[in-house]
């Protein structure tokens, strides 16, 4: 829903927010944490600087706020204040859009104590800005499940159940990592000769272009969440790297799925960009992709997810190489995705999360799956980039890629633009590709 935070010719008197392509414009303004010590607080985007949230509490910048919004925005992660529900984030979202706006009502005072409430991005080291109890990494893409089902077992269709729910397995919350956190490469059973496995080193070692889904508020065991209701319990969205090694994936993968060859290393960005600051970003859920789609079934279906259940946004996924950056050559473009590709929306996710009586939490994680598009150009991961190794990419340097080698560095960059908006930006996630932590032969 549009309010007075998404004005589009809005400007704040934070300069830096007001120039061209700047990612956290004033009608953005994504929390994070932060530590410039010891303590980790909570924070917002804004240009190049941090609204400090503590700090604001402390000047009677929130007076205006509950005295319970007050007190979680002063802690270290965000999971208190994504646990009071919608109402709190957008009068949140609204209190510090008036501090920060050019002519809002509070801006004279919130500027008149700047050097005390603003930290420039570049002096912080940023951080998880929830405790993630649960991951879930769903695929959402039928394009990336088509080619993966063909690539991995040779099937030209993909499995049935596809066709009627979005499909999930259970990731690891204890390795999801801030951007810029070491990504080491994997170790463990790789199949070899007459189907025995040899443990080395990861040898298809690849990255995975997700938008991360953060969980705001929870449901009760027992009772799942409608889909009309769906988006009220979501706070957020980063940009998400579920790092996956093929090799050791599929191994193990049958019978039960996903486990080592997925639980070593899930990177997100550190900025969450709330689902507020996405409505002008809203677009009709997706044409099916193919002929022949089902129709949802009731739980899964409601007038409000066809009108404008999709969300827009863009990526890049840039790599280079140890040696392109030390001979100072720009990363390339691997790949330019966007989440419209989904075949599956975000109250989908949530309500099929949920069917069976799930109970969510406040900082639940949830991946929304490879984002490929329909053409191979517009694959999200090497595997299918590749076609599981069977193509090989020249890099600048002359250097040879089919998967990632240790020294390689991956970004993803995200994006939302719509004419008559200032663009939203998502930052971006990064990992470096290190070799293993610990020597097994």
């Not at 080291?125 to 063909?150: P, Q, V, W």
């Not at 299918?384 to 390689?408: C, H, N, W, Y």
């Amino acid at each position: 829903m549009l309010n007075e935070t998404h004005v589009a010719d809005a400007t704040s008197w934070v300069e830096s927010a007001n120039l061209k392509g700047a990612d956290f414009p004033i009608q953005n303004l994504p929390f994070c944490a932060f530590a410039d010590g010891e303590e980790q607080r909570l924070g917002v985007g804004i240009g190049d600087q941090i609204l400090d949230l503590k700090a604001c509490a402390h000047a009677g910048l929130l007076s205006g706020l509950d005295d319970e919004v007050v007190q979680s925005l002063q802690g270290a992660v965000l999971n208190d204040f994504m646990a009071l529900g919608r109402d709190h984030w957008r009068a949140v979202r609204k209190q510090i859009f008036d501090l920060l706006k050019s002519d809002g009502e509070s801006a004279d005072t919130a500027q008149a104590v700047s050097g005390e409430i603003l930290v420039a991005q570049s002096d912080v080291n940023l951080a998880l800005a929830m405790n993630i109890g649960d991951f879930t990494d769903y695929e959402c893409s039928h394009h990336h499940a088509k080619r993966m089902r063909k690539l991995m077992s040779g099937a030209s269709k993909p499995l049935p159940n596809g066709y009627w729910l979005p499909r999930a397995y259970h990731g690891r919350s204890s390795s999801v990592v801030i951007s810029g956190s070491p990504i080491y490469l994997p170790i463990g059973q790789i199949e070899a000769e007459n189907e025995t496995p040899v443990v080395k080193p990861c040898v298809n070692f690849d990255y995975e272009l997700e938008l991360g889904i953060i969980v705001g508020t929870g449901n009760e065991r027992g009772h799942p969440i409608p889909i009309e209701e769906a988006e009220d319990h979501i706070f957020g969205f980063c940009i998400l790297n579920d790092w996956s090694a093929r090799d050791i994936q599929k191994w193990e993968r049958l019978p039960l799925g996903p486990f080592l060859g997925k639980n070593h290393a899930t990177s997100v960005s550190p900025w969450v960009v709330t689902m507020e600051a996405m409505a002008p970003f809203r677009a009709p859920q997706q044409a099916v992709p193919e002929e022949g789609w089902p129709e949802p079934l009731p739980y899964l279906d409601s007038e409000q997810n066809r009108a404008s259940g999709a969300i827009d946004v863009n990526f890049q996924v840039l790599v280079s190489t140890e040696k392109m950056r030390e001979e100072g050559m720009e990363p390339v473009v691997n790949s330019r995705n966007k989440t419209l590709d989904a075949s599956w929306t975000i109250a989908q996710i949530v309500a099929q999360h949920t069917s069976n009586g799930c109970n969510l939490r406040p900082g639940d994680l949830i991946g929304s799956g490879t984002v490929s598009g329909e053409t191979p150009s517009a694959s999200a991961c090497l595997m299918e980039l590749s076609e599981a190794g069977s193509i090989t990419r020249e890099m600048p340097t002359g250097e040879k890629r089919s998967f990632l080698q240790v020294g390689d560095e991956v970004v993803f960059k995200g994006i939302s633009e719509k004419e008559g908006y200032p663009r939203i930006g998502f930052g971006e996630v990064r990992g470096l590709v290190l070799p293993p932590a610990v020597d097994y032969s």
